[in-house]
């Protein structure tokens, strides 16, 4: 392994590192707050669950802004900056006595997010690796899943010991004494060498243009769209199911740990088989069998059931994180992978927002937890579909920029 691709690695490290502290701990683990802080303030299903969908909104609206800055500034300086907001918006989160104060934490998260965890870890990425891309893209997102375990489980634990407020102080330690230094030592846009003007190193791919007239733009829009409506809402109301299907808080919290574990694997599997098969049949099967797994949950009263949700779902839920950059670097070249991936990325904003909130509506109409997860499975079915609609980038575009 040369010098070049030993700092490959120790980026995609880092990058793991930001994703499992930020996205695992400021994103995955709204569900373990649900219940405290429900019984807290008094507040609907729908009330608790808007604060996710104001922190989706959040990072959806200002994804465009931070891809612009990835283009003018380094790498490293917008998402230390992130990763420093998301500390902080977790601790106001811990001393709020209010909805609206809770409202600017989340909005704080939505922006850390945004600027700190995917979309620059898909753009650095992508400038840094060609042939193992997928493998790089599943090891460094495999953090959000590692990082929803993990970091839900230490604030369930320190929720049972003291209160939901030091759950979140719990998770904002690690975002100023790990993630935020190691990022703005070890991450870089690009190879060393390779930064600065594009016309030295111009990148293969569609117009700004076409693209956005190709049904490749749309069909991953599509997919996005119900593969973050059905995520997200799953994120959300996984835990209080389990708590109304009789599990005690802890287990139920236990239960969504282990799915979150094994998504970690499927990422590295799936990105991995990627490199060896088209990302858009990779995405189209893992979205088919996170439906499989989201229709199993129904039965999560029987043992068997559930551990089969945990495996099918679990290793399926988060690889579609790893596998969206690959169809869009496949549909349409590096040349406007940031812009192209900034505005298909609002699709999973709108699907992020939308799913914890509607399925608070429908247990709040007395539909039941059964019908939201029979939707999420709906949602999961129609993605796939499109995820195979999605076709290759023309053969006549070559990448002038050599990447290992």
């Known amino acids: 392994m040369t010098a070049r691709e030993r700092r490959g690695w120790l980026v995609v490290v880092s990058l793991f590192i930001s994703l499992f502290v930020v996205f695992g701990g400021g994103y995955d683990t709204s569900g373990v707050f649900f219940v405290p802080m429900r019984t807290f303030f008094g507040w609907s299903a729908t009330r608790q ?37 998301a500390g902080c918006s977790m601790l106001l989160a811990s001393s709020a006595n209010s909805y609206n104060t809770l409202i600017v934490a989340y909005v704080g998260l939505g922006i850390a997010i945004a600027a700190a965890t995917l979309l620059p870890t898909e753009i650095v990425i992508a400038n840094w690796f060609a042939e193992r891309r997928g493998t790089a893209l599943g090891f460094a997102t495999a953090g959000t899943s590692l990082g929803g375990l993990v970091m839900t489980l230490f604030a369930s634990r ?21 993630a935020a230094p190691l990022v703005m030592l070890l991450v870089r846009t690009r190879p060393p060498g390779e930064a600065g003007d594009s016309s030295a190193n111009p990148l293969a791919g569609m117009d700004f243009g076409p693209a956005l ?46 799915t979150l574990g094994l998504a970690s694997a499927g990422k590295l599997l799936m990105g991995y088989s990627a490199d060896r098969i088209s ?27 559930l551990i089969g949700y945990a495996i099918v779902f679990g290793t399926m839920s988060g690889a579609p994180l790893a596998l969206f950059p690959m169809v869009i670097a496949d549909s349409f070249g590096l040349k406007n992978f ?18 914890p909130i509607l399925g608070g509506q429908i247990v709040d109409h007395g539909l039941g937890y059964g019908a939201v997860f029979i939707l999420f499975s709906a949602a999961l079915i129609v993605g796939s579909l499109a995820a195979l609609a999605c076709s290759p980038m023309p053969s006549d575009a070559t990448v002038a920029l050599t990447v290992f």
């Open 49 to 85: 669950s808007s604060l996710q969908t104001i922190l989706a909104l959040t990072a959806g609206a200002t994804v465009p802004l931070f891809g612009w800055m990835l283009d003018k500034l380094e790498a490293r300086i917008v998402m230390t900056a992130g990763i420093i907001v």
């Open 158 to 178: 320190a929720i049972e010991a003291s209160s939901w407020r030091a759950g979140y102080v719990v998770l904002a330690i690690p975002t100023f004494f790990l």
């Open 213 to 258: 007239r190709a049904r490749s733009f749309w069909m991953i829009a599509a997919a996005q769209f119900l593969f973050s409506l059905a995520g997200a809402g799953a994120t959300v109301h996984t835990i209080p199911y389990l708590i109304r299907q009789g599990f005690h808080p802890s287990s139920a919290a236990e239960v969504f740990s282990v």
């Open 279 to 305: 990302g858009r049949t990779a995405l189209a099967l893992t979205l088919a069998l996170n439906a499989v797994g989201q229709f199993m949950l129904i039965g999560a009263h029987n043992k068997l059931i």
């Open 338 to 355: 940031g812009t192209i991936t900034g505005l298909t990325g609002i699709c999973i904003t709108l699907g992020g927002a939308l799913g």
